[in-house]
């Protein structure tokens, strides 16, 4: 991604949520005048959201801290009555049943990718926040909801939204070209990325004809669903696999942005610490930690534009494979308003709480967010994982149906998928593998840009 294109995208790192708080305002005023204008009874799901909090004393406690804890200030609070935008859980339920049927429409701000995470965006980052989303009771009960959210985001009701309306329609002139923009060149092309491109309008959608599977003659151009549309398949040749025989290259797992990379981890550290060191025991949830101890971590996150399959790193035998279950919107303390540093009066801008709190603690969720976790076992690197992490409404990480233990997986193909929108990944490598990283000139940050998927990320170092 060029350095004039970060400067102007209006997009927080990752492209969830806007970096304007304004915009986030003006998006959650529409679904809250329209949570007040449906008739519409609570949803089942949320009726019983809404009888755990009011039943639980401590739940209880902490959805209404969680709200009175924002400050009522700009950026914070727009309300003409000086409260937050979303007041008392009741009406976060509300907003919730809207949200709940209908799927989000393309929006320049980005913010409609994640609609519950931008109703309870400010929230995660209070005191109370933080303990209602590691409350187990809390994250079982939004799992229920992500699901409901997700059955309704599979079923043909939800494509609607895969049209070519200019403006807000996924297949209008300004969602194709946000999300060519995303593209890398195809490896060994000799092409410029598209970033690096200024491509018309009529270019864009040629180029996102070209690159994915797709029938622009047909009803949504294909997609039976806003789920079918995310998971959408590269054509035939757009993703070659780096050296699909040699055990000594890594492959790229996902289509995703170099995030971090650290050597010699430790079995347990203080992972909710501002500089979120990983806890392999935490991450791993206790499976073969010490094969690991010691040895690399290398994460990556997706954008919500993105391709969301995962392709196996390297060729072996799968020794593990499960889904952890875990939180859905925790996001790291010292990323919120009670953290000492993050004080109203702050005179440096830079101490005040992190809008960009959920991709900011992508260090820290790996040890506590929904995830899962495959161990293969290859003749050339021995133990190698692979940690694909739910964020946020991301909570859907779904195994293809022939990835088995005892069975082989081949460097390179499908092993499985997100549902719905952007996340994170880690792939962790025991002590004795010695890697030089290839992240194609960039160096992991928040600012990186994605390395295509199945592209040689790593190889073992002679």
Known sequence: MSSSRRQVAPYRVGEWLPSDHAILVGWLEEQVAKSKESEEPLAPVLQEFQHLIESNAEIYMLFNQMFTQVPSKPPYNRDPGGKPQIRDYHQMLAVMNVILTHTPTYNDTGVVGFPINAILDWSMGTEGGYAAFLHPEVNAMLK????????????????????????????????????????????????????????????????????????????????????????????????????????????????????????GVEEMDNFWVKGQPYSLRHMLDGSHVDEFVGGTVYQAFLSAKSYHAWHSPVSGVVREKRVIDGTYYSEIPSEGFYNPLHTEDAGDSTQVPDPAGPNDSQGYISEVATRALLIIDNPELGPVGFLPIGMAEVSSCEFAEDVQVGQPVVKGHPIGAFHFGGSSHCLIFGPDVQLDFDLHGQAPSLNSYNIPVRDQIAVVRS
């Open 144 to 263: 229920k909801v992500l699901n409901q959210f997700g059955s309704f985001l599979k079923s043909p009701e939800s494509a609607y939204a895969i049209n070519e309306d200019p403006d807000e329609g996924w297949l209008g002139s300004s969602a194709l070209q946000a999300m060519v923009a995303m593209l890398p060149a195809v490896p060994g092309s000799g092409e410029l990325n598209y970033w690096d491109r200024q491509l018309s309008d009529a270019e864009a959608k040629q180029a996102f004809i070209d690159t994915f599977e797709c029938d622009p003659q047909s009803a949504h151009w294909g997609f039976t669903s806003w789920d079918d549309f995310f998971l959408r398949k590269f054509r035939e040749g757009q993703r070659p696999i780096a050296s699909p025989d040699d055990d000594r290259v890594v492959a790229n797992a996902c289509e995703s942005a170099p995030y971090n990379l650290v050597r």
